[in-house]
């Protein structure tokens, strides 16, 4: 399993046990299909331009109260901008 694929389940399992909810509700609430994890733990690879997308829905949608995982880039509001503007 890729860096990739750890980091982003590990993202979906951390907030779908805070909010009580499965990783299918994270995947509909972040990319409107509920499989985008399942598929991951498949084995499927997302594109770059998918996981930093994925990375900038999470750290938008990230409770205050709940600690970023460690080991997990979190973009910068900075470069959410950037993205958001070109």
């Known amino acids: 399993m890729s860096s ?3 980091k982003l ?3 979906a399992a951390d907030l779908a046990e805070h909010e009580g909810v ?9 990319f ?3 499989d985008f994890f399942r598929n991951l733990e498949k084995g499927s690879h997302p ?3 998918t996981y930093e ?9 990230w409770p205050a109260d709940l600690e ?10 900075t470069e959410k ?3 958001g503007a070109a």
Not at 53 to 61: G, I, P, T, V, Y
Not at 68 to 77: A, D, I, L, N
């Open 47 to 49: 594109r770059s331009d």
């Open 32 to 34: 409107g299909k509920g």
């Open 53 to 61: 997308r994925a990375l900038a829905l999470f750290s938008k949608a």
């Open 9 to 11: 389940l590990r993202l």
């Open 68 to 77: 970023w995982p460690k080991g997990v880039e979190r973009p910068s509001p």
């Open 22 to 30: 499965t990783h299918w509700a994270i995947s509909m609430r972040l």
């Open 4 to 6: 990739a694929q750890k």
């Open 81 to 83: 901008k950037k993205r």
